[in-house]
C-alpha cells in the first residue's frame, strides 16, 4: 500500500465544472504538497499546507491534519488546467517525498 | 529571479554511453534534490544535496549513478552506462533550508528527459 494515495486516478470533465482531487495519506506529516505536471513535464508547486484551507486563484486547497485527508478543488474549470495533479507528503527527516500517483485531469472545452 | 534551471531538457544517449543531467538551483538556495519519474510512474526521490556533500542518497541506484554539488557551479546528475532501463524525467528541485518540514516550498525545474536507445 502506498503512504500516499490519490484519487480518481484519471478525470475528464466539462468546462466550467467543478472538480475535486483527493488525497489520503497514511504517515504523520507536519505539511503537504500539491503540484501540478503539465504535458510537456515541467511541475510546479501549488501549494504547501499544513492546516486548514488555501486558496490560490481558482485553486482550492485544504487538509486535514486528524483525518489524513487533503483536497485539491478547482472551481470554474478551463482546459488549460488539463495537467496532472500530485500530492507529496515529506517524509520525516524533511529531504524526501512520499509522492501520489497523481491524477490525469482533462478539461474538455 | 530564475526558477530551477536544468539542461540538457531532452539527452538522446546510446546504451553504455554517460549521461550528465545538470540542475542549477534557485538563487540563494542550497539544498538541491534530484526524483526520477519513469515512465506511467511516479515520482521517485533519489538524492538529496547540499553544497559539496550528499546528505541522503539512499534513492540512488547502487551502480552506475552518481551526484554532486560543487562548491561553484551546478548539481550535477551523472549516469554512466546507460541503459534502457534508465529513459526517464529526471527533476530538480531546490529549496533553501532543509526539506519541508519547517514549511519550506521546495522549486521544481523543468525536467531532463533521457532517453536511451
Known amino acids: 500500500k502506498n503512504e500516499v494515495e490519490q484519487s480518481p486516478q484519471n478525470l475528464t470533465a466539462q468546462e466550467g465544472e467543478f472538480i475535486t482531487i483527493n488525497c489520503s495519506y497514511s504517515?504523520?506529516?507536519?505539511?503537504l504538497h500539491w503540484l501540478q505536471q503539465h504535458p510537456g513535464g515541467g511541475i510546479v508547486s501549488l501549494f504547501m499546507?499544513?492546516?486548514g484551507k488555501k486558496k490560490h486563484g481558482r485553486l482550492i486547497a485544504t487538509i486535514n491534519i486528524q483525518e489524513k485527508h487533503s483536497s485539491l478543488h478547482i472551481t470554474a474549470s478551463h482546459p488549460r488546467d488539463s495537467a496532472v495533479y500530485i500530492c507529496a507528503a515529506p517524509r520525516d527527516t524533511g529531504n524526501q517525498f512520499y509522492f501520489g500517483t497523481g491524477t490525469s485531469l482533462t478539461v474538455i472545452p | 529571479n530564475a526558477g530551477v534551471m536544468q539542461n540538457p531538457r531532452h539527452l538522446v544517449r546510446r546504451r553504455g554511453q554517460e549521461a550528465r543531467l545538470r540542475c542549477s538551483p534557485m538563487?540563494?538556495?542550497?539544498?538541491v534534490y534530484w526524483y526520477r519519474q519513469l515512465p506511467e510512474e511516479g515520482l521517485k526521490f533519489m538524492v538529496y544535496?547540499?553544497?559539496?556533500?550528499?546528505?541522503?542518497e539512499s534513492g540512488m541506484p547502487k551502480e552506475r549513478f552518481s551526484a554532486e554539488f560543487p562548491k561553484e557551479g551546478p548539481s550535477i546528475l551523472r549516469i554512466q552506462q546507460v541503459v534502457r532501463g534508465d529513459s526517464a524525467a529526471y527533476f530538480c528541485?531546490?529549496?533553501?533550508?532543509?526539506?519541508?518540514?519547517?514549511?519550506?516550498?521546495?522549486?521544481f525545474g523543468e525536467g531532463s528527459w533521457l532517453t536511451v536507445v
Open positions: 499546507l499544513s492546516s
Open positions: 528541485a531546490s529549496s533553501p533550508r532543509q526539506g519541508s518540514i519547517s514549511g519550506n516550498t521546495i522549486y
Open positions: 544535496l547540499q553544497k559539496e556533500n550528499i546528505i541522503d
Open positions: 538563487k540563494g538556495h542550497s539544498h
Open positions: 504517515v504523520g506529516i507536519s505539511a
